[in-house]
């Protein structure tokens, strides 16, 4: 694991607000206790009416939002797990297509359900983001220039109550890290709602090979 500036976080989430939203799109599944999909969507974020999108930003949120290097840990995907037919593979190929590719998000969903051992009905959330991130001078204050764009995914698992409500997430990631202000690929931000008793099969289908290490 790797230490996460807890100030590249903050920085992140001030872009998930109404006002200032970083996110376009919104994608995801509902599946049962048994990992079968009840159903999927995949929606321009900016299309949702507002209470739908403060909704999702707060789910959202939750992820960048938390204990940095207690709830929200950093990983280093091995040169194993980046090979062809990987998770971090087909996070890259999200990443590309915007969410905009539905048989790549059934593959994923798909997967995850094989995997994942659930106590009951739950969804899992994925939301695609832009944010130009400015350029700072050496006093630290913002020049309002856009360095790089940073195109990041949140994935959220959250439980789900009646018509489809979801809770908070219990677990989630952002791919890839916002390390030292910009976009790294070979590392993934792993959240977890109670460090204390993580899922170990969620970090092990996406760090199939360092989980067993960690």
């Known amino acids: 694991m790797n230490q996460i500036n807890r100030e590249d976080m903050l920085e ?10 970083c996110f376009d799109r919104i994608a995801g599944a509902y599946l049962d206790r048994d990992g079968f999909v009840d159903g999927t969507f995949n929606k321009n ?14 789910i959202a949120k939750t992820i960048p939002f938390s204990e940095t290097n207690v709830a929200l840990k950093e990983y280093v995907f091995s040169g194993e797990e980046k090979k062809p037919g990987s998770v971090w593979q087909l996070l890259c190929a999200l990443r590309e297509c915007e969410l905009k590719n539905d048989a790549l998000l059934d593959i994923f969903y ?25 350029r700072k001078a050496k006093d630290k ?20 109550s009646g018509d489809y409500e979801p809770g908070m997430p219990v ?24 460090p204390a008793r993580p899922h170990r099969d969620f970090l092990n289908l996406i760090l199939p090979v360092s989980a067993y290490i960690l």
Not at 48 to 58: A, E, G, M, T
Not at 171 to 181: E, I, T
């Open 12 to 21: 992140l989430t001030r872009r998930m607000t109404l006002k200032r939203n």
């Open 45 to 58: 974020f900016r299309q949702l009416s507002l209470p739908d999108q403060q909704k999702n930003l707060d």
């Open 110 to 134: 798909e997967v995850f359900g094989e995997k994942y051992p659930a106590s009951g009905d739950y969804a899992v959330y994925f939301f695609h983001g832009n944010y130009d991130v400015p």
């Open 141 to 160: 204050e913002s020049l309002w220039e856009s360095e790089e764009v940073y195109r990041f995914l949140i994935c959220a698992v959250c439980p789900v």
């Open 171 to 194: 677990c989630g990631f952002m791919f890839p890290a916002f390390k030292d202000r910009g976009p790294d690929n070979g590392r993934i931000q792993v959240f977890e709602a109670d």
